[in-house]
């Protein structure tokens, strides 16, 4: 890896930034946009692990007429100063898919949004993770040539490298998952 590079963990929005909407629903308006108590926590290790962050989201329901571009980007602007003023943290970038399904390169499970945050940022792929709630996520992450965790209970085709079966669980592990070391270790305590 060239050490000028960064490292990256990925995040899908919906069910690991905020709450899911119901099956087949969607989150058209930051009054409905409802952050995860434990993904400041997440977010917070990225950081403190030397990782940058960047979400990537399908969000299909442009393409659908349910919302604009202009609601997305008006929830993401929102959701970053949210985190800026609740909790001093910030993403390096926010990348979202409006297309209809088949429609595009960019839509997970294809790896278009990696790709582009690879390219725009320079950022080491390879030394670099995918965090989802679907098999969609795990796949983008695997085709771009990411380590992948999936965050479900449930059973899947496609097996991640890491699975925990919710925000919590991840809250726990995520420095040990991107450290190596084990939770209780001396390093891991300090923050290596």
Same mark, same amino acid.
């Given at each position: ?6 490292k990256?963990?990925?995040?899908d ?10 099956a087949?629903?969607?989150v058209t308006?930051?009054d ?8 400041a926590?997440v977010?917070?290790?990225v ?8 979400i ?11 919302m ?7 929830i993401h602007?929102?959701l970053?100063?949210?985190? #800026?003023?609740?909790?001093s ?12 399904e ?6 997970k499970?294809?790896p278009?949004?990696?790709l582009?945050a ?9 030394? #670099? ?10 796949? $983008?992450?695997? $085709?771009?040539?990411c380590?992948?965790?999936?965050? #479900?209970?449930g059973?899947?085709?496609?097996e991640?490298d ?6 919590r669980?991840?809250r #726990?592990?995520m420095r040990?998952?991107?450290t190596?070391?084990p939770r209780?270790s001396?390093?891991a305590?300090?923050?290596?």
């Amino acid at each position: 890896m060239n050490a000028r590079r960064r490292k990256c963990v990925f995040l899908d929005r919906d069910g690991i930034v905020n709450k899911a909407p119901p099956a087949n629903g969607y989150v058209t308006r930051w009054d409905d946009f409802h952050l995860f108590p434990e993904f400041a926590d997440v977010l917070r290790t990225v950081h403190d692990c030397g990782y940058a962050a960047v979400i990537v989201t399908n969000q299909r329901g442009v393409a659908q007429g349910l919302m604009t571009l202009v609601d997305v980007e008006e929830i993401h602007g929102n959701l970053r100063k949210l985190l #800026s003023a609740r909790y001093s943290l910030d993403l390096l970038d926010i990348l979202f898919c409006p297309h209809e399904e088949g429609a595009c390169e960019c839509r997970k499970p294809a790896p278009g949004m990696l790709l582009e945050a690879a390219r725009r940022h320079d950022i080491d792929l390879e030394s #670099s993770w995918m965090i989802g709630d679907s098999e969609r996520d795990v796949a $983008a992450g695997r $085709a771009a040539g990411c380590r992948t965790i999936l965050v #479900s209970a449930g059973k899947t085709a496609v097996e991640p490298d890491v699975r925990v079966k919710d925000m919590r669980e991840l809250r #726990s592990r995520m420095r040990e998952l991107l450290t190596g070391l084990p939770r209780g270790s001396r390093e891991a305590e300090r923050g290596i």
